[in-house]
């Protein structure tokens, strides 16, 4: 009897092997055919995914015909993916995982190079030697999100993704710093390990993960499927919790300075200025910075203590948090401080752009003084002259009937009656006022009139982009102090995203050196440089090495695009450096370019002829004929002309007015 199951079994296993299936070795018989080219009848064949009720996962078919896996691995899975829309696979089966197929197979021994748009195209064989148990699949990237489950707080625990969780072969603090930022964080603390916050369930979704740690998503990182670990190996992070935290100031005389902390992480002075101040003065419920400083570190701390250090922020960040920033125990400097306005300073003004999405820096808005609004109630352009020498401009007009959207009721119960020539709201004599509505908010349009006007000399300027030594009005601007932050905020104030390269040698030409701009400090809420506090004279120190001052300069790059007009932030008409776009050559590609720069999924559709901001005729266009594609990041990489100057239209359509263009933008 024994025998005669021996032979029994042994005839199971020869019609296993030659079936193919035996899965605990993974054993295949195949034949060592050349790769097939593409036959007519593969052509035009779709892929789908069976077997499983999730729409992103599945035994891979074309054609209805399962693919067989033989040579079946993530570079395949990639390309499979992509062909079915999603952005890449998160992992690869093989083995039938999602159940037994057909014998009929399209292809095997797929050999995909990952650069390919179809699985069609990847070299292959004809799959005549798999069997049922043999269909390759793969687990696209779809809505699968990474979280943390079983920790203390929302910044540790157990790693899961996809609802499966990640074993913990090889992971380490590379690995965990991309699972960090994923997760909203700014790095990793460190990596754990043996389930440290719990047991998981045994159905891994990768394990081997190598990272880099520069990897903007952890799926995109090497890995295999995790299949032969337990529930003891489950990876888990310990996250730098600066996102969770409050900020606050310690160590100072008053409530509005001290040594600034978000949680217990004290900041670092390396590359801390007045900007950063600024945002972390806002964030105290504080108009501005008055001042930054900085202290030496206690003399207590310890070496590897962990600090938050080199902010980058540009000023108008309403949080520390959204701005670049690294946490370390490494710092140069000392201990970051805030001289914040206090409360009853006069730059507690400030314009609301509710509803009407008025861009920052425009001068145009309603009108919020200690986050109030004002009433409209005998607001006039005295007033207005006021306000907006207050923020910065040299005067305004008043507007009322809140032009720029309706206001909160919590009215400040003053009305002006100013002559003018008052430096803030408060020296003008007012009375006590009555009961507003959210209709009446006073607003003003402010003027740069007479100020002198930031400008790039002796460089170029070419669509995108322009260069140069930087001047205020006629005065240069003095290379001393100078660096890549006020570069970067310079060609913000120029309207392009930032700077790609600062000098500090008069590289774009010897400049006159008996009255400097220098010693600048920003908030960097201004609308402009003149608005900014410097000195202008010809004190300006000399570098070293050098016997005269030398002129600063500057590359900007990309375009700052601003929507104006519209009823929501998702329309308007394109504005660039506060001028308009004209709209020849305008199309859905230049629209859809300008809705991602804004932050939106795309465009619904692009507008012509002045459709949200009437335009006079003679009007000087930014720029016009754009000509993207639709894939670019900033539409300044877009081909197209500068410096429309409108009177009429060549073609006898057109008669010099309302020439602006414009988008809706998508959700």
Known sequence: RDQTRMTLALLLLETTLLSGCYVAGQMTLTTNKPHLPLTDSEQGKEVSLIGSSIASEGNVHIGNLPVCDDDWDLVDANVTCRMLGFPGAISWTFGSEFGNVPENFLMSHVNCSGQEDSLLDCPHQDGEDCSSCMAAGVVCESEYKLELRGGSGLHNGKLFFGNRPICDNNWDIKDAKVACRMLGFHGAYRATTSSEFGAVAENFMMGNVD???????????????????????????????????????????????????????????????????????????????????????????????????????????????????????????????????????????????????????????NVFLYDQPICDDAWDNNDAKVACKMLGYSGGTATIRSNYGKVPENFFKVHFNCFGNETTLLDCPHQKGSDCLEHEGAGVTCSTTGLPALRLVGGTTTPGAASGNVYLGNSPVCASGWDMKTANETCRMLGYTGASKMSHHSLFGEVPTSSMVYDIKCRGDEWGLAACSYKEDGGCPALDGSPLPKGAGVVCQGYMVELRGGSTAREGDLYITNQPVFFLGWGTEDANVTCRMLGFAGVERATTGSTFVGQPYYTRYKAYNFQCSGSESNIGDCSHRLNYYSSDYNDGLWYGENGGAGVVCSY
């Open 211 to 365: 990272c880099q740690g520069n990897e903007s998503s952890i799926n995109i990182c090497p890995h295999n499927d995790g299949r032969s670990c337990r529930a003891s190996d489950g990876a888990g992070v310990v996250c730098l919790d600066t996102l969770g935290y409050s900020i606050s100031v310690k160590d100072g005389k008053a409530p509005h300075r001290g040594h600034v902390f978000i949680g217990n992480f004290p900041i670092c002075s390396d590359g801390w200025d007045l900007r950063d101040a600024t945002v972390a003065c806002r964030m105290l419920g504080y108009a501005g910075a008055e001042e930054s400083f900085e202290h030496d570190l206690d003399c207590d701390r310890t070496p590897d203590s962990l600090m938050i250090t080199d902010f980058g922020c540009s000023g108008i960040e309403h949080s520390l948090q959204t701005c670049p920033h690294v946490v370390n125990n490494t710092c140069e400097g000392g201990r970051a401080g805030v001289i914040c306005y206090p409360a009853d300073s006069i730059l507690n003004i400030s314009l609301s752009y509710i509803e009407k999405a008025s861009p920052h820096g425009s001068g145009e808005g």
